[in-house]
């Protein structure tokens, strides 16, 4: 008798658009696997080529458990009616953020993230392009006053990272804090780390 794989009864919508940053997408990917997190991604075609430029022509975002043409604007996660745990856009560039907040979307990426907008449900934005001119903060201050989580990745150094990688992992976990999802490569202050040390 084979033993039956446990169903996935939280679903997460993961937006990858063109800023330099390919590994957050894949650190996300990798994480939300751990947790058994049923998986819904769409990816911009600047960030396939992000990829590559970053990780070479064969590398791929997924496995997902479903994903789709960034034109495809009848997918089901361009529905209020679908219900998701939130939406993470990693990493999120200043095109993609400047469109959803003016909620004239023209692709599913930024489509589902209006919905999650709508709907109250939790959008994080890895706004990953530096340095930010008033215009990009002036954004950012209408999508935080809309109920979005911007959360640029910056590293933790507390976290005690030895490689990139920690970096972008710890960076990655905290976005999922953000949508109530607790990831094992979380290193946490007075937790995980010594308690006699100041943050």
């Not at 400047?98 to 907008?117: F, H, K, P, Q, Y």
């Not at 590293?155 to 030895?162: R, V």
């Amino acid at each position: 008798m084979t033993e039956k794989t446990p169903k996935k009864t939280e679903r997460v919508i993961v937006g990858v658009s063109g800023a330099s940053g390919a590994l957050y997408a894949l650190s996300l990917m990798k994480q939300l696997a751990q947790l058994q997190i049923e998986t819904h991604l769409v990816v911009s075609k600047s960030a396939r080529l992000t990829l590559a430029y970053e990780h070479g022509q064969d590398a791929r975002f997924g496995p997902a458990d479903h994903e789709y043409s960034a034109t495809d604007v009848g997918a089901p996660i361009a529905s209020g009616s679908f219900k998701t745990r939130g939406m993470i856009v990693a990493p999120c560039s200043i095109k993609t953020m400047s469109e959803i907040a003016t909620g004239v979307t023209s692709t599913l990426l930024t489509r589902a993230a209006d919905v999650c907008l709508k709907e109250r449900r939790p959008l994080v934005l890895m706004v990953r392009e530096t340095p930010f001119h008033l215009g990009h903060l002036r954004t950012m201050t209408a999508l935080a006053e809309m109920g979005a989580i911007i959360a640029p990745p910056l590293p933790a150094f507390y976290a005690e990272p030895s490689t990139v990688e920690d970096m972008v992992d710890q960076s990655v976990a905290r976005c999922l804090d953000l949508i109530g999802l607790d990831s094992p490569l979380t290193r946490r202050w007075g937790e995980d780390l010594e308690k006699g040390r100041r943050p």
